[in-house]
């Protein structure tokens, strides 16, 4: 088992407060992402299932038992930090062994826990091998397996993945949901990085300002966000927000809300969102007139960066590859798909 239920979790450091109270349930099986800019609490919360970090007010139960004042070592999680922290004077296998040796767990038995975590984890040919002769990844690997060891109820990754390249950075996003897949445990996991966030949680909580702002399914986040903060972190490119024309605003401006007016149904919108992906670059004189800053050109599509005359923010729109004119300062025309807008009221809230 490895449910962990955080009920009301506040947390101050002084007069200020990072953690506003959070209510969230973790299942048991579950693999839960925590993801939010820097500063908006993640990790701390992180810290206060682990028992790193006292708890103000609130509670933690970890299988409905309060936790709030459990010793670290009692919980039952076991936490990867983005600094491997592993000891440079022991192998591999020592290091992975250390906190059953600590546990009073015999030399054999070691041996035998840690044999199964390096086969899970494709590393038992690096046993004898010291932390300096170990790629990244590989270090990366031996921290998770220092965890496995332990048997615990929850794995707890603070950014495990921030110091690797964007290469292995993928690969070890496919290990990790393997190994999530093959252990079956309670795996709650810190990023700033939405892009893993969408690829790897069951469920996404979006904190912001020691809150969590919306809790759910990675699609579920993107396609119907419950406010702008969320709407806006979650995707890449950025969503495009476009705001209600003011009266001296451009003729563009206006096409431009004209075109998406639909998306604010009976409610006052006072902004509209529409993801790159429903915005269609067409021949100047075909829709909202415009202007290319920067197409970048990824392969398979290519992200335009489009100015329009009274609009503060460049707008990005995805187009096929191979799209031709797209050169800094050629004039397109946009068609927004007003299907794919997301509209909110003056509170930021998204209007159903």
């Known amino acids: 088992m490895g449910q962990v239920t955080l009920r009301g979790l506040r947390k101050s450091f002084g007069a200020v407060d990072v953690i506003r109270g959070v209510d969230l349930e973790v299942n048991d099986g579950e693999f839960m992402v925590f993801v939010g ?33 459990m010793r670290p070592a009692d919980r039952g999680a076991a936490m990867v930090f983005q600094s491997y922290a592993l000891y440079p004077h022991m192998t591999v296998a020592q290091n992975m062994g250390f906190a059953l040796k600590m546990a009073g767990v015999g030399k054999a038995e070691r041996a035998v826990q840690v044999g199964r975590a390096a086969e899970i984890l494709r590393i038992g040919d690096l046993l004898d091998r010291y932390p300096k002769q170990l790629s990244g990844g590989q270090r990366q690997r031996v921290a998770i397996g220092r965890a496995i060891v332990r048997k615990p109820k929850v794995f707890l990754f603070d950014e495990p993945l921030s110091n690797l390249d964007a290469a292995l950075r993928v690969n070890m996003r496919i290990e990790l949901a393997r190994l999530h897949r093959e252990l079956g445990a309670t795996m709650i996991y810190v990023t700033h990085d939405q892009v893993e966030a969408m ?79 429903h915005l269609q670059v067409a021949d100047a004189g075909q829709g909202v007139p415009a202007s290319v800053e920067l197409a970048e050109h990824l392969g398979d599509v290519s992200i335009v960066h489009l100015r329009v005359d009274g609009l503060a923010e460049l707008l990005a ?12 300062g050629a004039r397109v025309g946009l068609r927004p798909d007003a299907a794919g807008a997301l509209a909110f009221d003056a509170d930021g809230r998204l209007i159903a």
């Open 199 to 277: 690829t790897m949680g069951d469920r996404i909580a979006v904190f912001h300002g020691g809150l969590v702002e919306q809790l759910g399914r990675p699609l579920e986040l993107y396609e119907r966000p419950a406010n702008q903060f969320v709407a806006g972190f979650i995707g890449a490119p950025r969503i495009n927000f476009v705001e209600r024309p003011q009266p001296e605003a451009s003729a563009a401006h206006r096409a431009l809300w004209d075109a998406l007016a639909p998306a604010s149904g009976t409610a006052p919108a006072r902004r509209i969102g529409l993801r790159p992906e």
């Open 37 to 69: 800019p820097s500063g908006c609490g993640k990790s701390t919360t992180l810290r206060m299932i682990a028992g790193l970090e006292t708890i103000t007010a609130g509670e933690l139960l970890i299988d409905g038992q309060r936790a709030n004042d």
């Open 317 to 328: 729109a995805k187009v096929p590859a191979g799209r031709k004119n797209l050169d800094a």
